[in-house]
């Protein structure tokens, strides 16, 4: 049991009495004696029954919800999930990818995700069987790559599609667009259509300049003599 003092001990205009207040599981019986600074400590009873001391910015800011007993049970959770093979899936391994190039400044993509603001929405960040459930009701196989439909919104069930890889590829920022003869498709697929190496446009379109109907004339051939 850990002690508790009077509240009219502890001085101060901003002092508040947190007694009897509940944070997550934890609810607060007292103030401890234990003090470090200006920083007071409460005496908090969880629901599973253990009794913590919790410092008051901590109970306030929502960081410490428990005595330890919920993050030993999301790690039970978690450790199911590995028993079950979660972690060695082709699905996986893209969640990791995607929370990885918008959360860890390291990523080597990072700068096109996490630093524009795109994120994941939190149903999806905290728990991968609920990505896993949404992938396996919209149509996802392992050739396919998830796509954002508006690629500055964040990664989320009504913002996501799983497509080809190449068809990815045309809905980048950086994409080049061109509209010709009533059509409008990408760089990469007017290539495809007229049989033209896409390097070749590109170095048409961004170097010299040239726009349709020039920018898609037909490569000469080039023919050696006997």
């Not at 470090?36 to 919800?65: H, M, P, T, Y």
Request: with cysteine.
């Amino acid at each position: 049991m850990f002690k508790t003092i009077d509240v009219s001990e502890r001085k101060g205009n901003n002092f508040k009495d947190l007694t009897g207040n509940k944070y997550g599981r934890l609810t607060v019986v007292g103030l401890s004696d234990k003090k470090s600074g200006r920083k007071s400590f409460w005496v908090c009873k969880c629901d599973c029954g253990n009794e913590k001391l919790v410092r008051s910015d901590s109970l306030k800011s929502g960081d410490v919800k428990s005595c330890g007993c919920l993050k030993k049970e999301q790690d039970d959770i978690n450790l199911d999930r590995t028993a079950h093979n979660h972690s060695k899936t082709n699905l996986h391994s893209k969640w990791l990818g995607i929370k990885a190039r918008c959360y860890n400044p390291k990523e080597k993509a990072y700068k096109y995700y996490g630093a524009r603001g795109i994120t994941m929405c939190d149903e999806w960040k905290n728990d991968f069987v609920t990505f896993e459930n949404w992938a396996l009701n919209n149509g996802y196989t392992p050739d396919l790559t998830i796509e954002r439909i508006n690629v500055n919104d964040i990664y989320k069930p009504e913002n996501c599609k799983w497509i080809p890889f190449k068809e990815q590829a045309n809905n980048r920022r950086t994409t080049i667009w061109i509209e010709w003869q009533g059509q409008k498709k990408s760089l990469t697929q007017w290539a495809d259509e007229l049989g033209i190496n896409r390097g070749t446009l590109n170095s048409r379109y961004s170097r010299d300049g040239l726009r349709p109907p020039e920018l898609f004339k037909p490569v000469a051939r080039k023919y050696r003599g006997n």
